[in-house]
């Protein structure tokens, strides 16, 4: 019943695909989501190129389906990840954290489906021009690095001025969530915040526990001040981050504050002084489960949430 173009061009099953989140989405998540029938991600992130060789090798390994690797741009070591992507004949790249047109014909020469977060309709329409093959167009609502516009607005505004596909993401975690995105025009989403609370994923259990439990409000937004504004969990660091912020406390102390808080609250469970990177849909996610649940279960849900629909109009 979903089967839409996002499916055609990354050989998918199911037009979802899993966020590439650094120190997250490892090899372990990203075969469990593209063995699932979605497109699993390994993130890059600020990781030197032989820990993601490392990454991608053990996830050939382990399956025959398509994959992703995301790369931030703004890492240093970003033109080498490049490089090895077109080496390990890598299926799919997302980017985010710039403009990847100046390695746009290195992908294509090598085979590779090119998928660009986008936070505005101008950078979309700019993409779409150098050869993006889809659009991964995020909101607000999502975790870590976000942008200023909603899902909800911003999707529909970058479906009608593009012809590629469009992926939505932030905000989604549930088959009603899905099924919206679908109905503003998107081919498909990428879920992040539902994935890190998953069986196979490799964050600190209390990292996927402080989501769990947390409310609607919780997911909150640090650093708007310096330009670069993150959503996450409320917890000790990010009301002592704010509290710097407000104070006026000079961007290099604030940069030198943060260094290094994702990987304590990942790796080491810290939920009180690490970063808790996390959207606000954290407020709906009750449990942890396996990747193909997670898939399957939004499938169902959005079928049912589609014959409720047909119900509706059939009167009945």
């Known amino acids: 019943m979903f ?28 075969q469990a989501v593209s063995n699932a029938g979605g497109l699993g991600v390994i993130a890059a992130g600020a990781a030197p190129v032989e820990v993601v060789r490392d990454e991608i090798k053990k996830l050939k390994k382990n399956t025959d389906k398509p994959f992703g690797v995301n790369i931030m741009l703004m890492s240093p070591f970003a033109e080498d990840i490049v490089e090895l992507v077109c ?27 090119v998928v660009p977060i986008v936070p505005s309709v101008a950078l979309a329409k700019r993409l779409e021009r150098q050869g993006a093959d889809a659009l991964i167009v995020e909101g607000t609502e999502a975790g870590g690095h976000i942008g200023e516009l ?26 009603r969530g899905f099924l919206a995105a679908l109905s503003l025009g998107a081919e498909g989403i990428q879920m992040g915040t539902r994935f890190v609370c998953s069986t196979e994923c490799i964050a600190h259990d209390n990292y996927k526990r402080k ?26 660091f990010s009301k002592e981050y704010i509290k710097l912020e407000k104070e006026e406390v000079p961007f290099e102390e ?24 996390a959207g606000q849909i954290s407020g709906m996610i009750k449990d942890i489960k396996s990747c193909e649940e997670i898939i399957n279960d939004i499938i169902k849900d959005a079928e049912k949430e589609l014959n409720k629909l047909y119900s509706f109009k059939r009167g009945e």
């Open 3 to 30: 089967n839409t173009k996002i499916c055609d061009i990354l050989d998918i099953e199911c037009p979802i695909i899993q966020g590439g989140m650094a120190w997250v989405a490892t090899h372990e998540l990203a």
């Open 254 to 277: 604030l940069e030198e504050l943060g260094a290094g808080r994702l990987r304590l609250a990942v790796k080491e469970g810290d939920i009180d002084n690490g970063s808790l990177m």
């Open 150 to 175: 909603t899902t909800m607005s911003l999707v529909p505004q970058v479906v009608d001025v593009v012809d590629i596909p469009v992926i939505a993401a932030g905000g989604i975690a549930d088959g």
């Open 87 to 113: 080496e390990e004949k890598v299926p799919v790249v997302t980017t985010g954290a710039g403009n990847p047109g100046k390695y746009m014909d290195k992908f294509k020469s090598n085979g590779i489906k």
């Open 211 to 236: 989501i769990v439990k947390a409310k609607d409000r919780d997911a909150i937004v640090t650093g708007r001040s310096t330009g670069y504004p993150v959503r996450v969990i409320k917890n000790r």
